[in-house]
């Protein structure tokens, strides 16, 4: 079978700075996507690593470690606007994308 | 410019009965994703189509079918409803014909199977 754990739930303070890890187990990889979603709102693309090592897009970072099937999505300077669900999902094959079932993220004041 | 557009945006259903759902794709994109999300997961691949041609499939029953039309948009059809199906649609336009380009997503069909 195929599995993606992240945690289901992560609070953090204003300002802080928070990650969230992914770990997969999959029949194939070609690379790793994390989207963002609003309660009530569409999933928003964030990042893609198809190779290892840090992506930076302003105040969200994704790492990937192929070798030990791993990620994370570090986001800084936390705001409030950040509370919203986090996606871990892995492109399977070319074709193909399986989601995890999320972390809900609540910032704090 | 419009995003990906969705209809409808709600809609009730009899266990039993089929229904179809329509996503219009972000100008210029190519690829069209389907996606089920039940509330509190992940939303779960259905299916990919590039240039009017399924080119991924993920582990639904054979009562999930799709086609896209020449003008890109896409129809997501589910026949024989089962209470289970009830779930928020999405649909994801793209531009590339892998899924490792970033996928836009529509407001979703929130479908009801009563």
């Known amino acids: 079978g195929q599995s993606l754990e992240q945690p289901s739930e992560v609070t953090a303070v204003e300002g802080a700075i928070v990650q969230i890890n992914c770990t997969y187990q999959t029949s194939g990889f070609y690379g790793l996507s994390w989207y963002q979603q609003h309660d009530g709102g569409a999933p928003t693309f964030l990042s893609y690593n198809g190779l290892d090592g840090l992506e930076e897009t302003g105040r969200f970072s994704s790492f990937l470690s192929r070798s030990d099937s791993y990620g994370y999505l570090l986001l800084q300077e936390l705001q409030m606007k950040d509370s919203a669900s986090y996606f871990c999902a892995v492109q399977t094959g070319a074709n193909n994308l399986f989601f995890g079932t999320g972390t809900r993220l609540t910032v704090i004041p | 410019d419009a995003g990906v557009t969705q209809s409808p945006t709600h809609l009730i259903k009899t266990r039993g009965q089929h229904v179809t759902l329509r996503c219009s794709p972000i100008s210029g994109h190519k690829s069209v994703s389907w996606y089920q999300q039940v509330l509190g997961q992940g939303p779960q691949f259905i299916f990919q189509y590039y240039e009017k041609e399924e080119r991924g499939r993920g582990n639904f029953p054979d009562r999930f079918s799709a086609r896209q039309f020449p003008n890109y948009s896409s129809e997501l059809n589910v026949n024989a409803l089962l209470l289970g199906d009830s779930a928020l649609y999405l649909c994801?336009?793209?531009?590339?014909?892998?899924?490792?380009?970033?996928?836009?997503f529509g407001q979703g069909t929130r479908l009801t199977v009563v």
């Open positions: 994801a336009s793209s531009t590339g014909r892998t899924m490792n380009t970033e996928a836009f």
